[in-house]
T-cell receptor
Framework: GAGVSQSPSNKVTEKGKDVELRCDPI?????LYWYRQSLGQGLEFLIY????????KSGLPSDRFSAERTGGSVSTLTIQRTQQEDSAVYLC???????????????FGPGTRLLVL | AQRVTQPEKLLSVFKGAPVELKCNYS??????LFWYVQYSRQRLQLLLR??SRESIKGFTADLNKGETSFHLKKPFAQEEDSAMYYC?????????????FGAGTRLAVHP
């Protein structure tokens, strides 16, 4: 079946503009994660969704960042008033919800490369 | 504090040489650890998890709770192993698991 998809694959924007990044998880995966991959910084957790609710938003770096998920499927990460330090690759992952024991494997999308000029 | 440390940003070896990518973790609970790999122009994917105790593409990793380590090893590196490797720790937070990743190690295998 289709894997996790993300759009756009690349986004160049000007400082101060808003951007929306989209993630389509694997069908049937109820858990969805957003990460940010910066050069030399590894993967930084941003937010987690279980269904449409986000029990953990602790990783969002500022109130300029927000995310929503509708219909338990597609998720959108919005960055308002972008800054140059927001430039990074934004990765989305999805997994089945763990029902007992062990972490379910997270399947990653190809990422959106964001460049803020 | 929950943390994953990969001390080497770059590991450069020749084909056929042994490889060890280091990973240390800090976690007060019972750890569940993973290695993810990202080949050039491909998406991040799971390589192996300590629970499975399996060997994938010749790689193995043993959880050492005494040393809080989960080093990734392969006895004979191949050129196709060149990639970015991330060690990840699964932590329980608010009733669900999330992954904490290390900064990654780039493995370069030369002919």
């Amino acid at each position: 079946g289709a894997g996790v998809s993300q759009s756009p694959s690349n986004k160049v924007t000007e400082k101060g503009k808003d951007v929306e990044l989209r993630c389509d998880p694997i069908s049937g995966h109820t858990a969805l994660y957003w990460y940010r991959q910066s050069l030399g910084q590894g993967l930084e957790f941003l937010i987690y969704f279980q269904g449409n609710s986000a029990p953990d938003k602790s990783g969002l770096p500022s109130d300029r960042f927000s995310a929503e998920r509708t219909g338990g499927s597609v998720s959108t990460l919005t960055i308002q008033r972008t800054q140059q330090e927001d430039s990074a690759v934004y990765l989305c992952a999805s997994s089945l919800r763990r029902t007992s024991g062990g972490q379910e494997t997270q399947y990653f999308g190809p990422g959106t490369r964001l460049l803020v000029l | 504090a929950q943390r994953v440390t990969q001390p080497e940003k770059l590991l450069s070896v020749f084909k056929g040489a042994p490889v060890e990518l280091k990973c240390n973790y800090s976690y007060s609970g019972s750890p569940e650890l993973f290695w993810y790999v990202q080949y050039s122009r491909q998406r991040l994917q799971l390589l192996l998890r300590h629970i499975s105790r399996e060997s994938i593409k010749g790689f193995t990793a043993d959880l050492n709770k005494g040393e809080t380590s989960f080093h990734l090893k392969k006895p004979f590196a191949q050129e196709e192993d060149s990639a970015m490797y991330y060690c990840a720790l699964s932590t329980i937070s608010g009733g669900y698991n999330k992954l904490i990743f290390g900064a990654g190690t780039r493995l370069a295998v030369h002919p």
